[in-house]
């Protein structure tokens, strides 16, 4: 199996490379994210994220914790019937 790599600079043209890749047959196309820009020297540019994106990566943290607790039977979860219950 080979691999090969394609970056499609105009995002109206991925539906037509799609198509004549999946036209030639054999082939499975598997979309991924575009890579983070880098700068002239090579290094990566991060971006400060905002007050609502913290907020959700620390949730999303803090849900993590908790199934990790529920796995490891440190914490019991309720059920999902009595969660649709409660609201």
Do not use: C, W, Y
Request: proline letters at 2%; charged letters at 40%; hydrophobic letters at 40%.
């Amino acid at each position: 199996m080979a691999r090969l790599i394609i970056d499609i600079h105009d995002p109206k043209k991925e539906k037509e490379v799609a198509e004549i890749l999946l036209s030639v047959g054999g082939v499975v196309i598997e979309r991924a994210e575009a890579s983070p820009k880098k700068t002239a020297k090579g290094k990566t540019i991060k971006r400060k994220l905002t007050e609502r994106e913290r907020r959700f990566v620390a949730e999303l943290r803090q849900a993590i914790r908790e199934v990790n607790a529920s796995v490891a039977g440190k914490k019991k979860l309720r059920s999902a019937r009595a969660f649709l219950n409660e609201l």
